[in-house]
Structures are given as structure tokens and as C-alpha cells.
């Protein structure tokens, strides 16, 4: 269903043109993108629109882009290092913003400096009083496990345990130690908030290995402690693992094109299986929808991504690194 948003995207190349299709298909119009030449721009711009028929602007400069489109949606896919600023930037024009996660990070910063600059993105939202979501999109698929942990299961028990592995093979070569860590941690950690809000950690472990990270701790609540693993690994060949589960029912998550076209994601589980919307989908029409005023909330506030990101900073803070 078509909207009356204007979303531009900053940084469409990689995982942003994928953004830019959700945003398509979730109904608004992607009116313009930012890259870094003209020469990547005329190569965007023929991708995009062989991707879903894109007709829209392309710029090199984010301040020219955001006077001259005025969007309603910032979709911030620059590297993590310019995430603060994009997204502030594009507050400060009146936008909302759609983030890509982490929320923010910068290599030549400490750990505590780069906490700093992520207050100060959330500082920018309640000052401008934006709306704002983080693409670390798992909790998006909670309703939706927990309905076929019922229908497999017959009831939803308190939460023991929460696992999840999580692979990936990058396309721009391997990653290894922080590397692995910046790039995944983020889902694993909006998983266990999206299942158990208003928790925090004890009990931490954490190992920053060489092409594999792992972190274990406990999960308070005020309905009792939720026992936390994860693993984080890059591979070099395979197809990656995105597993994940609560009181050891695992789903191993796929996707797949369905008859339009259009991904979707695939959960499975012994001989069960259950199919929705890719979960970043449902995370950009739910932002959408509360920007229109329709209702329902964000799936990562501003709050949350800031957590994630604390989460995020103090685990590796622990880390061992053998």
C-alpha cells in the first residue's frame, strides 16, 4: 500500500540498495540516494532501478541531498564511522531515520568516546523529537517465534535460556576478532532485549578469538534469570548458519524468493517450518507505519539501540582474547 513518504538513502551500494527495496516495497517513495563519486552513483542508479524500477536523484553531497529532497526518511547505510554524523545531519533537517547497525563506531576512538557519540545521536532524536529505528532487526521476528514455539511446544514456558549462532561470509573478504564483533554482536544483543525488556547482565563471559566470538552471561529480569550464549563466526566457504531459539526450541532461519519475487525468511525447526516477511521488511514497515501516524512502535528505538550499543561496549570491554 503506497504512502506519502520520501525516503533517500545514504550509502545504497551495499546493504543500503536492499534497504531501499524494503522502503519500495513497504510503500513509500525512495526519492534519492547519497554515494561517494559520480562515477559509483551512475553505477547505483542502474542497479537500483533494474532492482525495483528506481527513478530518483543521486548525490554525492548529504547536505545538498537534504535541502534539495527534503525527505521524511533517512535511511544512514554510510560506514559505521559516519553514522553519528549522517544521522544527526539528517535529524537536524527534520527527517526520521532508519539507521544500519551498530548505531555507531568509529576505530580511531575509545570505546568510551564511541559510547559518547551514540548519547549523543539519542540525545538528537528526543531533541528533535524524531522518530528513529536501528536495523538490528531480530526482535521483529519475536511474535512470530513465539507463536510457533506454541504451536509445536502447546504452551510458551518462562525463558531458561536464550541461544544463537550466527555466521556470516562477507563478500569483501574475511573478517576476524572486533571485526566479527562490530559487525554481528548487535543481533544477538537486540534478540535477548526484544524477548526480555528491562533486563540487565551478570555474570558476563566473553572471547574475542580469531575468526570466532562468544559470549555467555545471565539475563535478570524481574520474572528470574534467562541464561545467554552466542557465537559469532566467520566463514570462508559454506552457506552461513542463523540459528537461534529460547529453552533449547532452535529455528534455523533461511530465505527465500517467493513467487513475486520478493524475499522472505523461512523458520525451521525438526520437521516444522514457518514462513514470513524477511524481518528487516517487517522492521521498515512497521517504522513507516508509525511515521504516518498508524500506530504500533518501532522494533529498536533510539533507547534501545543505545543499550545495544552499551551492551555491545562493556562485553568486549570483558573480553579475553585468546
Known amino acids: 500500500m503506497k504512502n506519502d513518504l520520501k525516503v533517500a538513502v545514504i550509502g545504497a551500494s551495499g546493504i543500503g540498495m536492499h534497504h531501499a527495496r524494503w522502503h519500495h516495497l513497504s510503500g513509500s517513495d525512495v526519492v534519492a540516494f547519497v554515494g561517494t563519486s559520480e562515477a559509483s552513483c551512475r553505477a547505483t542508479s542502474a ?115 536464550l541461544t544463537m549462532e550466527m555466521e556470516v561470509k562477507g563478500r569483501k573478504g574475511s573478517k576476524s576478532r572486533e571485526d566479527i564483533w562490530i559487525d554481528l554482536a548487535s543481533h544477538p544483543l537486540s534478540l535477548v532485549m526484544g524477548f526480555l525488556p528491562g533486563g540487565k547482565m551478570d555474570s558476563v563471559c566473553c572471547v574475542i578469538a580469531e575468526r570466532e566470538n562468544r559470549a555467555s552471561f545471565d539475563y535478570v529480569t524481574d520474572q528470574g534469570r534467562c541464561a545467554v550464549s552466542f557465537v559469532l563466526r566467520d566463514i570462508d566457504t559454506g552457506t552461513p548458519r542463523r540459528r537461534f531459539g529460547v529453552n533449547d526450541f532452535l529455528v534455523d532461519w533461511s530465505g527465500y524468493a517467493d513467487a513475486a519475487g520478493i524475499y522472505r525468511a523461512r523458520l525451521s525447526q525438526g520437521d516444522h517450518q514457518v514462513t514470513c516477511d524477511d524481518f528487516l521488511h517487517i522492521l521498515i514497515a512497521q517504522f513507516a507505519a508509525v511515521v504516518c501516524g498508524d500506530g504500533g512502535q518501532v522494533v529498536v528505538s533510539a533507547d534501545d539501540a543505545l543499550l545495544n550499543l552499551r551492551y555491545q561496549i562493556e562485553l568486549l570491554n570483558r573480553a579475553e582474547r585468546p
Not at 527534520?94 to 557519540?117: A, M, R, Y
Open 47 to 161: 542497479r537500483l532501478h533494474q532492482y525495483f524500477g528506481f527513478n530518483g536523484r543521486a548525490y554525492t553531497d548529504v547536505k545538498q541531498m537534504l535541502d534539495e529532497v527534503q525527505p521524511d526518511i533517512v535511511d544512514v547505510c554510510s560506514p559505521f564511522e559516519q553514522h553519528q554524523k549522517h544521522a544527526i545531519m539528517a535529524m537536524e533537517a527534520g527527517c526520521h531515520v532508519v539507521c544500519e547497525k551498530p548505531l555507531c563506531w568509529d576505530l580511531n576512538k575509545s570505546l568510551g568516546e564511541i559510547l559518547s557519540d551514540g548519547e549523543a545521536v539519542v540525545a538528537a532524536v528526543k531533541r528533535m523529537n524524531r522518530q528513529f529505528v536501528l536495523t538490528a532487526q531480530y526482535p521483529a521476528v519475536v511474535p512470530i517465534y513465539r507463536d510457533f514455539y506454541t504451536q509445536v511446544n502447546g504452551k510458551w514456558d518462562r525463558m531458561d535460556s
